[in-house]
């Protein structure tokens, strides 16, 4: 068995676990302690080491610049396509999706894949993208996620300046950002991992090693099996790889690649599973409603929802990742990627197709009823 097959089967291995530990975790505030384990202590750790360790190639500052438009590119997409699935605009449906499915998670399924298929060359020009789609993650979809927040809350005594003034504040208390900040300001000052005392990096290194395990496991004990919705959540999964082999392949035709590697990391990085940090601003954001009774029952997001699409995203993309590097150089053909695009697109988008044209033939035959009704009263 091939490692990258092998550290597949761990991580699913890992939700699987969850969801046989969901009947000893039925309390709401182990789930929330869980959770705030995650959000306050993992996942800080994890970003404070990953930006210790960048080292920025000004020749390559195209490739976060490129992730990050294609998380924008994504946010118009999922605006305008998803009432196609029935999701209906301005829901807290709608806005889950349109944070969760732009958003990228290289690291638990993209990464371990390159490593083994293409080396750590290309493993260091995945990560150097990765950092446009941190700053969406990170930045962009709190910032949305917050005027989401306001205008669904109404919050409009405030003025614009105070508004922002308490968003600010808001960034800067939140765990992440505040690690972010830190972070940024060792690195001005020439500090690294290494330059760290060794107790200290020890430390925050360990804390680190628990946000993948932490992350699926909760993915695993959260999530809620309703079948209709993980249907829809599959198709709309579908319809994203589609349109992200379209865009990729698209990229691949217009822009002369370097190497067959460069080809298929622009083939499989944007493939990557959904990112669970808009998730963590989603569930912040909550918290907040939680605590104010006028905000209670009027959720800004569907974080039921939001966690299935999270348990769903990470086997899809796993699955999808596998399929492109086992398949030898087909997917270094610009036409074979776009084809695949279209197919996935067409999937996803077919069983809607059929039920407009059911419901058109049904509408037709009533009026085709009504007709002969006429003439014979005639």
Known sequence: MSIALQKTLSLLLLIVIGILLQKKLQNEDQKKGLKTI??????????????????INPDLLILPVLALIFNIVMIFVTKYTLPFFGIKNDTSAMRTLMLLLPSLAPGLTC???????????????????????????????????????????????????????????????????????????????????????????ESVLM???????????????????????????????????????????????????????????????????????????????????????AQKDNPTFDLELGINVLAVSMPFSTLLILGVFTSGSYFTSPLHIITTGGILVGAALVPKAFQLIKSADFSFENLREKELKDSSAD
């Open 38 to 55: 995650i959000l306050n202590i993992a996942l800080p750790a994890m970003i404070f080491v990953a930006l210790l360790k960048i080292e």
């Open 207 to 293: 804390m680190k090693d628990m946000m993948t395990p932490l992350v699926l496991l909760f993915i695993g004990i959260a999530v809620i099996f309703k079948w209709d919705q993980l249907r829809k959540i599959t198709s709309i999964l579908t319809f994203r790889a589609g349109f992200t082999f379209l865009l990729s392949g698209l990229f691949i035709w217009l822009v002369p690649m370097p190497s067959e590697a460069a080809v298929l990391l622009a083939v499989v990085f944007p493939q990557s599973a959904v990112s669970f940090w808009p998730f963590a601003h989603m569930s912040a954001i909550r918290k907040l409603e939680y605590e104010n009774e």
């Open 111 to 201: 990464f371990p894949f390159i490593v083994e298929y293409l080396g750590d060359d290309a493993l260091a020009l995945a990560a150097l993208a990765d950092i446009g789609n941190k700053v969406f993650v990170l930045i962009l979809s709190y910032l949305l996620a917050m005027s989401w927040y306001y205008k669904n809350q109404s919050i409009k005594a405030k003025s614009n300046g105070k508004k922002i003034k308490e968003l600010l504040l808001a960034m800067v208390s939140e765990p992440i950002n505040l690690v972010m900040l830190v972070a940024i300001v060792l690195l001005s000052f020439g500090f690294n991992m290494e330059s760290l005392p060794g107790f200290l990096s």
